[in-house]
């Protein structure tokens, strides 16, 4: 076997899911299509409702199911702008939840291939104590953390949000679960006889492989990085803060307007939207090639 024919695994992988899975099962019934559209009326009303009292006013909430957007969405929008630090809120939450989700990628793709494809020492035991870390709450961490963070004077800064997730055992585990059965052992060895080292194989056998899996698992990181609110809170000032911590100062004083509040919430939901719609195929691609792997 060639190392042209190592470069082939994504095609042939591909192959043999479209033909291992063509043809199982029938045609969704009346039910089935009845019972998603209920699943999907459920999960978009509550996005829906947070739309509809962000164009009202503050007693559109109190009305029973309200269902008809009002007018004043882009005025509530301008009063959220005045109100809080929105574009750098923005600009800070964009910086972080990329920067993290290119580093978890990039670090559990690479340890990933590394758990399930190569022999060294001391493996199992490093993905046993992987797997023990994904059970501890996070909030145990918090306080030595935050001292760590303020020995190091990082407190206020975006820094302080990010170095901490740069690699999650999650991401590690995911990876490791996803490659240890798509790439055959055989096309590893192949690639080595043509004299490709440990890094070409990885980068010309293993990431072709694990594309789909690098696209959910990035998906769901920004998703994470973006909506993460509790630890920010913590380290960031209310000078220098993330969008979620920011939109949590529209709810400050005795008099809360829920209009301009969902109106703001709605305004950062929109970046998530925008990138599902563009990232959907290769979630999908993700979820399926996971559903029939092996």
């Known amino acids: 076997m060639t190392a042209t024919q190592a470069l082939s695994v994504p095609e042939r992988i591909r192959r043999n899911r479209q033909s291992g899975t063509a043809g199982i099962g029938s045609r969704p019934g009346f039910l089935t299509y009845g019972l998603l559209a209920a699943f999907l009326i ?12 962000a164009s009202g006013t503050n007693s559109t909430r109190g009305e029973t199911l309200p269902l008809i957007p009002g007018g004043n969405f882009f005025a509530n929008a301008v009063k959220v702008l005045d109100a809080i630090p929105f ?56 306080i030595p953390l935050f001292m760590l963070m303020r020995q190091l004077g990082w407190t206020g800064s975006i820094g302080a949000v990010i170095v901490p997730t740069l690699v999650t055992a999650f ?8 490659l240890v059965d ?22 010309t056998v293993g990431v072709p492989a694990a594309r789909p899996a ?3 698992l990035g998906l769901f990181t920004f998703m994470t990085a973006w909506t993460d609110y509790l630890w920010p809170l913590i380290v960031l000032s209310p000078q220098n803060p993330t969008l979620q911590t920011a939109l949590s100062q529209l709810q400050s004083g005795f008099y809360v307007d829920y209009s301009i509040v969902l109106a703001g919430a709605v305004l950062a939901t929109l970046p998530l939207l925008v990138l599902f719609v563009v990232a959907g ?14």
């Open 42 to 53: 459920g999960s978009a009303y509550p996005l829906w409702w947070s739309f509809v009292v």
């Open 87 to 142: 574009w750098k809120a923005l600009g800070n939450s964009v910086l972080i939840s990329a920067i993290i989700t290119i580093s978890v990628v990039t670090f559990s793709t690479l340890a990933g291939y590394a758990f399930a494809k190569l022999r060294f020492k001391g493996r199992d035991g490093l993905m046993v104590f992987v797997i023990v870390t994904m059970a501890i709450p996070t909030q145990l961490g918090i």
């Open 171 to 178: 991401g590690v585990f995911f990876m490791r679960q996803y």
């Open 182 to 203: 798509v790439i055959p052992d055989e096309l590893i060895e192949a690639a080595r006889m043509d004299g490709a080292n440990q890094f070409r194989t990885f980068l």
């Open 214 to 216: 690098m696209a959910i």
């Open 281 to 294: 195929k290769q979630l999908v691609s993700g979820i399926m090639a996971g559903a029939v792997k092996g």
